[in-house]
């Protein structure tokens, strides 16, 4: 029986908690929130607790009277999570998983040891432990914890680049020379049924590190999209996850594919599916974690993404130019996250594309990209 009354607590009311809520009002489900109090889910969640995600009271407290905990974030206070599991409460993804994502060196170590390919690595302490491995060169250095939309990366090309390294505990990962970038959503329920989204292409914006176009689906051949969501089926069976799992990987020039990144949620990678798919991920997102049986996630057209970054110079209340001539074009869905102040490079909104073709498609994502701006006045 579909219980409606059943309460979901949600960590996190940011962007992703908004279409996850978006897709619970068709279900009436009965949603409980909790973040910062200008979060955009503030003004319209049907139960919203203001408190830190990562303050053990804060989050312990918020799960007493919710029969199911979720997460939009992994920046969360995983302690507090494990003791709400060990009350009984049904925690996706589940408390150990979250940990282990949270640090990039946990994360990296995992894939290795349950033979899931990925880039070459090794542990680094701090800065000076860096400057150790210039055999190793070219590479990327991440931080192990804390790192967020492309903040905790720096390219260590040279000997002369190691004064960029982070001087805290992370991972010098070797450099890939890929083909494409790629993602595949997967959803796995507790019966352990699994569903992939089909595969996806990012591009990413050369300064900011962020997600700048996505197409669905991608430009490649049918083993390679067979190896990518059979690689992101083995990944959430290693884990054991509950929920959805975005998988980042690289397409290198070989023709192999492996894992750059996961996200133990709803994911950047999968937000045209909310028009350009059967399902959603929003709705397969909740189907994963109150065990029912999983959409269908054929998609219905090629789509496209254009995240919607606050411009460079302006900082302040947000406005919008050109939304008049993006609605008035057909195939084009602009979503906006709630935020009130922009600034350079945050995520403010994204805009689905959709069309015939993958040319067109691309063709009409970059003249979005350039119609609509969010500025200040």
Avoid at 120 to 125: A, P, R, V, Y
Avoid at 187 to 205: I, Q, S
Avoid at 300 to 317: K, R
Avoid at 324 to 337: I, M
Wanted: hydrophobic share 40%; net charge negative.
């Amino acid at each position: 029986m579909f219980d409606t009354n059943k309460k979901v607590g949600v960590l996190g009311g940011g962007q992703l908690g908004l279409m996850l809520l978006q897709a619970a009002i068709d279900w009436n489900l009965n949603v409980k929130i909790i973040d910062a109090a200008d979060a955009p889910c503030a003004p319209i969640a049907p139960e919203f607790v203001t408190g830190s995600l990562q303050d053990y009271e804060a989050v312990y407290q918020f799960g007493q009277d919710v029969d199911v905990v979720t997460i939009e974030i992994e920046k969360v206070n995983v302690d507090a999570l494990e003791a709400l599991e060990r009350e009984g409460k049904k925690v996706f993804p589940q408390p150990h998983l979250i940990r282990l994502i949270q640090d990039k060196r946990t994360q990296k170590q995992f894939y290795r040891e349950h033979g899931l390919p990925t880039a070459d690595f090794i542990l680094t302490d701090n800065r000076s432990d860096v400057a150790n491995y210039v055999d190793f060169l070219p590479a990327f250095h991440k931080l192990g914890r804390d790192g967020y939309d492309g903040k905790g990366v720096q390219r260590i090309a040279t000997p002369a680049d190691f004064d960029k390294a982070f001087d805290a505990p992370g991972l010098l990962e070797k450099a890939v020379d890929f083909e494409k970038e790629l993602a595949v959503i997967v959803a796995r329920n507790e019966k352990g049924e699994m569903a992939t989204f089909p595969t996806v292409e990012m591009v990413f914006h050369p300064e900011a590190n962020l997600v700048e176009y996505l197409f669905a689906p991608a430009e490649i051949s049918t083993e390679v999209e067979q190896q990518a969501e059979s690689l992101a089926k083995k990944t959430a069976e290693a884990l054991g996850i509950v929920g959805l799992l975005a998988v980042e990987m690289f397409l290198t020039k070989e023709g192999q594919v492996l894992i750059n990144e996961v996200a133990p949620r709803p994911h950047n990678s999968g937000h045209h599916t909310i028009r350009a798919n059967v399902t959603s991920q929003f709705e397969q997102h909740w189907r994963a974690i109150l065990n029912l049986p999983l959409g269908d996630t054929t998609a219905y057209t090629p789509a496209a993404m254009v995240n919607l970054l606050g411009e460079e110079g302006h900082t302040g209340p947000a406005h919008y130019e050109g939304m008049h001539e993006v609605l008035a074009t057909q195939g084009v869905f602009p979503f906006l996250y709630g935020k009130k102040i922009t600034k350079p490079f945050r995520k403010m909104g994204h805009i689905t594309v959709t069309d015939s073709s993958l040319a067109k498609l691309k063709t009409k994502a970059e003249w979005v990209k350039g119609a609509l701006k969010v500025v200040t006045k």
